[in-house]
């Protein structure tokens, strides 16, 4: 169903029923997170991460990745000496001022479940860049190394998964949406392997046996967005700014399926704005890619189950497009505003659709088919459940305990809610494409899009505290067209009745045809 392809992890309702109504114990006392994110033990009060350089060889047989990386920083307050990183399960070899070689003494902390642990690093007076050898552990949460059986080739493969809080067990670093920093990358793999990354590439040098792939971040993006692919893959443009890669068993059929992206994208600016990242690409990952989609810029990740042969399931394209804007420009300045990323990127989502489809009544029958996914995952977690609030409290919770669907569709109902109290799209759309101006390259919380609402409709009255922190169902669900649902449901009844034709079903979308399925 749609929303499971919307849905980052697959297999959450599942880990869900599992974790219903449970809050995560741990032994945070040993060492405070800061206020700002309570799932990073970074202090970015004190010191920021203006910029990273990445250099790493990978080793797909021991399934690591081994090399440093150079960490710019913009010391805050001056009189701060210890640099704090997220960290987890990494072997650190040495860490050393980048610019005098000196040798920089650390400390890592205790681990913390899931969280992983506390990189201290005691800076000099005149330090303004670390430089941190190390290796990653062989089962790094945010690595996946799959062996060439799980392939559709002969070789391994690589790919890397960083939200919510993975990028900690890839390289050491502030692993907090609400800090945001350009990087560049160096990657060195055996031949004839190729690799990718959430940036554009610039690049590469040969030897003998390997290539070394170079890339360049110039836009400041925050640590989840890290991605690295590598694979025995190939690549086909479909435009001058759209490029699909995957393995070379299935490049063709990836090649016509995501025909469609770069109209898709040409929708998405005339709603939302420029793009401004340069290249958009997607990447095919094997069979046993375990997610739907996942918007790394420059370079989204795709589910090969998406590969229809009608592309009837363009809607995920779609989702992860949207996120160029609401979630990778305007991003949730930590996951207890989750919804500020994924609430908006449905709703945008499905402005394009709606605009795709030539049909208002499209983009409010996908708010009727998420409301289904809503309630599903509200079973699963429970109605009471505060997890399944907008806002929630994340102290000791690892987020992806918390990831649903309801922050994607009660999110999504909302901003459609507040579209429909300020006029309808007419006024709204050019609030949201402002929204997006005002706060892209920021990470922001609930707190200042109340703000924002606020000050342009100061004269609409919205029961804020109560949308964000109630649990369960939303406070209202708007009347939403179900016009094609009921073309659906008659659909359904005469395929029961055996009175239906093969014209009649061809007349249905995808959607439609899930719907009457049901």
């Known amino acids: 169903m749609q929303q499971y392809f919307q849905l980052k992890f697959?297999?959450?309702?599942?880990?869900?029923?599992?974790?219903?109504?449970?809050?995560?114990?741990?032994?945070?006392?040993?060492?405070?997170?800061?206020?700002?994110?309570?799932?990073?033990?970074?202090?970015?009060?004190?010191?920021?991460?203006?910029?990273l350089h990445i250099v790493l060889t990978a080793d797909l047989e021991e399934s690591t990745l081994s090399g440093y990386v150079e960490i710019e920083l913009n010391r805050i307050n001056s009189d701060c000496e210890t640099l704090i990183l997220d960290s987890k399960d990494?072997?650190?070899?040495?860490?050393?001022?980048?610019?005098?070689?000196?040798?920089?003494?650390?400390?890592?902390?205790?681990?913390v479940g899931e969280f992983g642990s506390p990189l201290?690093?005691?800076?000099?007076?005149?330090?303004?860049?670390?430089?941190?050898?190390?290796?990653?552990?062989?089962?790094?949460?945010?690595?996946?190394?799959?062996?060439?059986?799980?392939?559709?080739?002969k070789h391994p493969y690589l790919f890397?998964?960083?939200?919510?809080?993975?990028?900690?067990?890839?390289?050491?670093?502030?692993?907090?949406?609400?800090?945001?920093?350009?990087?560049?990358?160096?990657?060195?793999?055996?031949?004839?392997?190729?690799?990718?990354?959430?940036?554009?590439?610039?690049?590469?040098?040969?030897?003998?046996?390997?290539?070394?792939?170079?890339?360049?971040?110039?836009i400041a993006i925050p640590s989840y967005l890290i991605a690295i692919?590598?694979?025995?893959?190939?690549?086909?443009?479909?435009?001058?700014?759209?490029?699909?890669?995957?393995?070379?068993?299935?490049?063709?059929?990836?090649?016509?399926?995501?025909?469609?992206?770069?109209?898709?994208?040409?929708?998405?600016?005339?709603?939302?704005?420029?793009?401004?990242?340069?290249?958009?690409?997607?990447?095919?990952?094997?069979?046993?890619?375990?997610?739907?989609?996942?918007?790394?810029?420059?370079?989204?990740?795709?589910?090969?189950?998406?590969?229809a042969g009608d592309r009837s399931l363009v809607n995920v394209v779609a989702h992860e497009i949207a996120h160029s804007w609401t979630g990778n420009l305007v991003t949730n300045a930590n996951w207890e505003h989750f919804w500020l990323n994924e609430g908006?990127?449905?709703?945008?989502?499905?402005?394009?659709?709606?605009?795709?489809?030539?049909?208002?009544?499209?983009?409010?029958?996908?708010?009727?088919?998420?409301?289904?996914?809503?309630?599903?995952?509200?079973?699963v977690f429970g109605m009471e459940n505060p997890l399944t609030a907008l806002h929630v409290n994340l102290k000791d919770v690892d987020p992806d305990d918390a990831f649903s669907s309801v922050p994607y569709e009660k999110g999504s109902n909302f901003l459609f809610y507040l579209e429909t109290l300020v006029g309808g799209p007419t006024v709204f759309d050019p609030f949201l494409r402002n929204y997006i101006q005002e706060y892209s390259h920021k990470s922001i919380t609930s707190d200042v899009f109340v703000g924002y609402f606020k000050s342009h409709f100061p004269s609409v009255s919205v029961e804020w505290e109560k949308w964000l922190t109630t649990?369960?169902?939303?406070?209202?669900v708007p009347d939403y067209d179900d016009s094609l649902h009921q073309k659906a449901s008659a659909c359904a009844r005469a395929w029961s009745a055996?009175?239906?034709?093969?014209?009649?079903?061809?007349?249905?979308t995808a959607n439609q045809v899930i719907s009457a399925l049901k």
């Not at 029923?17 to 114990?25: C, K, Y």
Request: contains cysteine; proline residues 6%.
């Open 10 to 51: 697959v297999l959450l309702p599942i880990i869900a029923s599992l974790l219903a109504g449970i809050w995560i114990t741990s032994n945070f006392g040993r060492q405070a997170m800061p206020q700002s994110d309570p799932s990073s033990f970074a202090d970015t009060d004190q010191i920021r991460t203006k910029s």
């Open 90 to 111: 990494l072997q650190i070899s040495t860490v050393i001022d980048k610019d005098t070689d000196a040798q920089l003494s650390y400390v890592i902390g205790e681990k």
């Open 120 to 153: 201290s690093i005691t800076l000099l007076k005149d330090t303004v860049a670390v430089r941190i050898h190390y290796k990653t552990s062989p089962s790094a949460s945010g690595v996946q190394v799959l062996k060439p059986e799980q392939t559709l080739g």
């Open 160 to 218: 890397t998964q960083c939200q919510a809080i993975h990028a900690r067990s890839i390289v050491p670093c502030q692993d907090t949406p609400g800090v945001k920093a350009p990087y560049t990358a160096e990657i060195t793999v055996d031949k004839p392997l190729v690799a990718v990354m959430s940036a554009v590439s610039v690049r590469s040098e040969d030897t003998p046996t390997q290539t070394t792939y170079f890339f360049n971040q110039k």
């Open 229 to 307: 692919v590598i694979g025995d893959i190939v690549s086909r443009d479909i435009s001058d700014r759209v490029r699909v890669w995957s393995e070379k068993a299935n490049i063709a059929e990836c090649y016509h399926e995501f025909q469609e992206t770069d109209d898709i994208l040409k929708v998405a600016e005339s709603i939302a704005g420029p793009y401004v990242w340069g290249r958009y690409d997607l990447v095919v990952l094997p069979p046993s890619f375990p997610y739907g989609g996942m918007e790394n810029p420059c370079l989204t990740f795709v589910t090969p189950t998406l590969l």
């Open 344 to 379: 908006f990127t449905v709703f945008l989502e499905r402005k394009i659709l709606g605009q795709l489809a030539g049909s208002e009544a499209a983009r409010q029958a996908a708010h009727l088919d998420g409301l289904e996914s809503l309630k599903y995952s509200l079973e």
């Open 471 to 476: 649990p369960g169902m939303p406070l209202v």
């Open 498 to 508: 055996g009175v239906i034709e093969k014209s009649d079903l061809d007349k249905l």
